[in-house]
């Protein structure tokens, strides 16, 4: 169980008043100071350090960044057994009623003194006629107390500040006049020193550290110191040494079981012995080695102070750090990741409430993991996890705040590489919110639908390629057009050259004939007819080129035109098939997938269902005795807490054989599995069994 604040701060106290005690008291035997006076002021000084030592120094602050939760959740990953939870005794509340009951009986008992003065005073009766000794007694102290006789005290008694009362016992009367000065004076020197209010002071401050041996110790100190120099003042307002030893004689003789009544005593006799002693002998110091030692005490005293304070710190309650309007509006902020088709890309945002928060700055940020199980499982959620950061940024401890297990595991490995700034007040605590997202699953009919986009954009590059091939068609006749023009302008060419041939010919034949020189019959119709075969052959060859020109320009046109429609024929048979066979992969996909998802979820269903099994198995060993673990002290002061997660080992017999660490911090290892090892547990059924043991560990 952990200590709570209130009760480490009032052992912290405790141990500041019981080191500041032991060392103040050493010092004034160390420098021999002995003078009643000087030593009832030093005892006072020192009471008074040790009551406002708390206000007066600084208290350790735990700083939060805003939104913080003091909520401690525990976690667990595997098939973990949690800790058996037992009925504990309230041992801090009981500690803390035990110490309130004091007080009030400590005060109750105060109170009855009170009363029972004012018993006394009523039930008293006036000491008349008062004697002339004590009559010049009051003038030289220069107080005029009532001075009361009772019959129910054995020894003299003052109180009162109004009106103070001297309450005497019966007998006082039947003294000698020196005795009866010498008590009349110790009580007057009270009186003027208005020692009751010390008194009745002390006495309230005894009730609320009753329980404080240190406070008890430096109030009879000062209470003998007191009585000393009263001692002193009524010797040399006397003198005389011999009657005032004596009245304390008797009256040690006579005094029956200390009273309960708030009033300084004329004789305590624990005090006695060194009251007497302190009178048979003088004791004297030189100024300047009163105010030496005194200077030296009190550097001492402090340097003590300081020391204590360090050792034994006081801390304060958790204060959250300051936050902007703007940076409050950003601390709600969640950063998505991104998706994408066919690739899916797990990832794990970590924010944190502010992405600047004060004093708390990130310096390296690492991304957790997500966990296969969550991811198949598909669990998504935020995890918040109370992070200590210590002076040197890095991060001490780590305690879950909420989210889910399966979750929780990768989220602390992760920020546990973190390291900040350097904060203002060591330790400091923030919270870290780790957001696991998955992308978007896609449904049966985005599927569809994204393969029939996918197939019209098919048909959109199929049409746009048969509109390419019907503009290279287009060309290919305006070729063939240029060509027929060519070959008929090349006719057109061969025809007028025969014709200018043939008119030559002719032409020539006539010049002959003019000149007288005429050919045979036989050689003019030869060469005349071999003209006309030169132009039967041009003409048969003009018209043999221009028919396969033409007949080449038609086939390959006819050609063309039946690729195109082949072509498109082919476009539209394929783009109904593919749509169908598109559909039916499509269909078949998710099926498949859907299957592969049943078979890995009906897995994970079969290995929870095991970790149930070997949980309820291990459940079995039960402890039948256990030890609570020692919260370790640097633990405390470093303000660090969490779980340790333990493997056990238990024999046939119960007892545990073996304990191996699984997680926890380790300044807190060794003591949990020291308190392990004392556990027992019942008996298992085989032996060795393991179970898992979760000790906790929290400051409040």
């Known amino acids: 169980m952990n200590p709570p604040l209130w009760f480490n701060n009032l052992a912290a106290d405790c141990s500041q008043i019981a080191v ?21 002021v030093y005892w006072q000084v020192l009471l008074t350090a040790c009551l406002v030592l708390p206000i007066l120094q600084p208290w350790q602050r735990v700083t939060f960044s805003p939104q913080v939760s003091f909520r401690t959740v525990s976690f667990e990953t595997g098939p973990l057994v949690a800790a058996p939870v037992h009925a504990a005794f309230p041992t801090f509340p009981a500690i803390a009623v035990a110490l309130m009951t004091g007080v009030v009986i400590r005060l109750l008992w105060i109170a009855l003194g009170l009363y029972r003065l004012r018993q006394y005073r009523r039930r008293a009766r006036s000491l008349s006629p008062v004697p002339d000794s004590l009559k010049d007694l009051r003038s030289a102290v220069g107080v005029g107390p009532e001075l009361l006789l009772s019959d129910e005290v054995e020894g003299p008694a003052t109180w009162g500040m109004v009106v103070p009362v001297v309450l005497l016992p019966a007998r006082f009367t039947t003294m000698d006049a020196a005795c009866q000065r010498a008590i009349a004076c110790h009580e007057f020197v009270h009186v003027r020193r208005r020692d009751w209010l010390f008194n009745l002071a002390e006495e309230v401050i005894l009730a609320m550290f009753w329980f404080h041996p240190a406070i008890w110790w430096v109030i009879r100190q000062i209470r003998l110191t007191r009585e000393q120099t009263v001692d002193r003042e009524v010797l040399q307002l006397t003198e005389a040494r011999r009657p005032y030893l004596e009245a304390l004689l008797d009256l040690a003789s006579r005094c029956a079981a200390p009273r309960p009544v708030p009033a300084p005593l004329f004789l305590e006799e624990s005090q006695l012995t060194e009251r007497v002693a302190l009178m048979l002998k003088e004791v004297s110091m030189s100024k300047s080695r009163l105010v030496l030692s005194l ?34 509006d950003k601390a709600s902020t969640k950063t998505q990741p991104a998706e994408k088709v066919e690739t899916k890309k797990h990832q794990a945002e970590a924010t944190t409430p502010d992405e600047q928060p004060p004093g708390l700055k990130v310096i390296r940020r690492v991304s957790p993991e997500y966990p296969r199980m969550a991811k198949f499982a598909r669990i998504e959620g935020i995890v918040a996890l109370d992070v200590t950061v210590e002076k040197n940024g890095e991060v001490s401890n780590i305690v879950l705040v909420s989210g889910h297990p399966l979750l929780a595991q990768a989220a602390m490995e992760a920020v546990r590489q973190w390291r900040f700034e350097p904060p203002p007040n060591p330790p400091a605590v923030t919270t870290v919110r780790v957001d696991f997202a998955l992308p978007k699953e896609t449904s049966d009919e985005e599927k569809l639908a994204e393969a029939k986009a996918m197939l019209d954009q098919r048909q959109a590059e199929e049409q746009a390629r048969y509109e390419q091939e019907a503009l290279a068609e287009a060309a290919e006749e305006e070729k063939l057009s240029e060509t027929k023009a060519m070959y008929e302008k090349r006719q057109d060419e061969e025809q007028a050259r025969l014709q200018q041939k043939l008119a030559e010919v002719q032409r020539q034949l006539e010049q002959a004939q003019a000149a007288g020189q005429t050919r045979s019959a036989d050689e003019q119709r030869q060469a005349l007819a071999q003209l006309m075969a030169e132009q039967d052959a041009l003409k048969k060859q003009m018209q043999a080129t221009t028919y396969l020109a033409l007949q080449l320009a038609e086939k390959q046109r006819n050609e063309a035109l039946a690729r195109l429609k082949a072509d498109q024929e082919k476009l539209a048979e394929s783009s109904a098939s593919d749509r169908e066979r598109l559909q039916e992969q499509t269909l078949l996909n998710l099926k498949a997938q859907k299957a592969k998802i049943d078979a890995e979820i009906a897995g994970l269903e079969q290995a929870i269902r095991d970790s149930k099994s070997r949980t309820q198995s291990e459940s079995e060993l039960k402890p039948v005795k256990t030890e609570n673990p020692v919260y370790p002290e640097q633990a405390k002061r470093d303000h660090i807490q969490g779980n340790v997660v333990l493997k056990v080992t238990v024999d046939q017999d119960g007892s545990v054989s073996g304990v191996e660490v699984l997680s926890g911090p380790p300044a807190l290892v060794k003591a949990a599995t020291d308190a392990v090892r004392q ?22």
């Open 295 to 328: 200077a030296a005490i009190s550097a001492l005293l402090l340097a003590t102070t300081v020391v204590a304070v360090r050792a034994f710190p006081l801390k304060a309650r958790p204060i959250e750090l300051a936050q902007s309007d703007s940076q409050a």
């Open 679 to 700: 556990w027992r547990f019942s008996k298992p059924l085989s032996a060795p069994a393991t179970t898992t043991v979760i000790v906790y560990f929290t400051l409040s």
């Open 20 to 40: 500041l005690a032991i060392i103040g008291a050493l010092l004034p035997r160390v420098f021999r100071l002995r003078v009643p006076k000087i030593s009832v």
